[in-house]
């Protein structure tokens, strides 16, 4: 079992930045695929960005067409944290972060992931 909790969520000004993070428990996922995702009100959640291992430390990212070029997800193993920058936020970028894992390959999809966390808020103001 994989506890994780979001954090960083909050209020900021379109065109500012967040980092928003994903603390896991119960075991260590650094052979997980994490992945982040956001639900606006009134919509689906919607994968934004995963970060899967090739092998030792290394891990390929892979991102939603809309974070390319203004997101980057990455890790601390020694913290076992997940971490979600973004930049350039506008209004469409509020909702919910989610982030989730999954230790068979993960992908893109909700239902490629078995564990989340309660999920953090976030508002940008116009």
């Known amino acids: 079992q994989v506890q994780l909790v979001e954090s960083g969520g909050g209020l900021v000004q379109a065109g500012g930045s967040l980092r928003l993070s994903c603390a896991a428990s119960g075991r260590a996922i650094n052979r997980d695929t994490m992945g982040w995702f956001r639900q606006a009100p009134g919509k689906e959640r919607e994968f934004l960005a995963s970060?899967?291992?090739?092998?030792?430390?290394?891990?390929?990212?892979n991102y939603a067409d809309s974070m390319k070029g203004r997101a980057a997800i990455s890790r601390d193993n020694a913290k076992n944290t997940v971490y979600l920058e973004m930049n350039s936020l506008q209004p469409e970028d509020a909702g919910v972060y989610y982030c989730?894992?999954?230790?068979?390959?993960?992908?893109?999809?909700?239902?490629?992931?078995?564990?989340w966390g309660q999920g953090t808020q976030v508002t940008v103001s116009s």
């Open positions: 970060s899967r291992r090739i092998g030792g430390n290394v891990y390929s990212t």
């Open positions: 989730a894992a999954d230790a068979s390959g993960g992908g893109s999809l909700t239902s490629d992931y078995d564990y």
